[in-house]
């Protein structure tokens, strides 16, 4: 069963502390990212990797980084200078990175929640 | 930079009724516009993508309608059931870009 697996769906965070996000996809799709979507709003690009060993910061990447060894995994580690980190977070990934836009295929998105 | 806006932020619709979210968009060069749908505590999932080769596609009750001279693309949905009842963002994107810029949502509601 080929899809896009975030783990945990649900994460607390004790202030202070670096937590981080699984991503995790069996589609063999070049590109991958990290969304952050607050209540009501829409998705805002935190990172994205279009290939191996590569990536670039989206519009909200301070307080974040992340890391792609493996083409099928992207994991998010959430730092402690991230002053408002408790959001709905979804990881997506997409089919080739060098050519016409495909559809993104998403994670079910991990809650993180600051206590 | 692209900027898309979407509207409305909430729509109510009485079931078997129509249902018609419109976005615009800023940069010319865009040339693909997918449509997502979200329901509660889940990821966005594709209903229907148009690339700008064409001005309309439909599939069952839903559609979508670009104008490339007005920079701007619609959902329409007809027949609206309950399980339409989620949250819907429209996108655009380029190929000289990458990524996806984003509506902010549309809170869709299905009246009984």
């Known amino acids: 069963d080929g899809g896009i697996t975030q783990s945990p769906k649900y994460l607390f965070r004790k202030e202070g502390q670096n937590v981080t996000l699984s991503c995790e996809q069996n589609?063999?799709?070049?590109?991958m990212y990290w969304y952050r979507q607050d209540p009501g709003q829409g998705l805002r690009l935190i990172y994205y990797?279009?290939?191996?060993?590569?990536?670039q910061k989206g519009d909200i990447a301070e307080g974040y980084s992340v890391s792609r060894e493996k083409k099928e995994s992207f994991p998010l580690t959430v730092t402690s200078a991230q002053k408002n980190p408790t959001a709905f977070y979804l990881c997506?990934?997409?089919?080739?990175?060098?050519?016409?836009?495909?559809?993104?295929?998403f994670g079910q998105g991990t809650r993180l929640t600051v206590v | 930079g692209e900027n898309v806006e979407q509207h409305p932020s909430t729509l109510s619709v009485q079931e078997g009724d129509s249902a018609v979210i419109k976005c615009t968009y800023s940069?010319?060069?865009?040339?693909?516009f997918p449509w997502y749908k979200q329901e509660l505590g889940k990821g966005p999932q594709l209903i229907i993508d148009?690339?700008?080769n064409v001005g309309e596609k439909k599939d069952q009750r839903i559609a979508v309608t670009l104008n490339k001279t007005a920079k701007h693309f619609s959902l329409h949905i007809t027949e609206t059931q309950p399980e339409d009842s989620a949250v819907y963002f429209c996108?655009?994107?380029?190929?000289?870009?990458?990524?996806?810029?984003w509506g902010a949502g549309t809170k869709l509601i299905i009246k009984p």
């Open positions: 589609l063999n799709h070049d590109a």
């Open positions: 996108a655009a994107s380029a190929d000289s870009n990458y990524q996806l810029i």
């Open positions: 148009i690339r700008s």
């Open positions: 940069d010319s060069a865009s040339n693909y």
């Open positions: 997506a990934s997409s089919i080739q990175a060098d050519g016409p836009n495909t559809e993104a295929f």
């Open positions: 990797s279009q290939i191996v060993n590569d990536f």
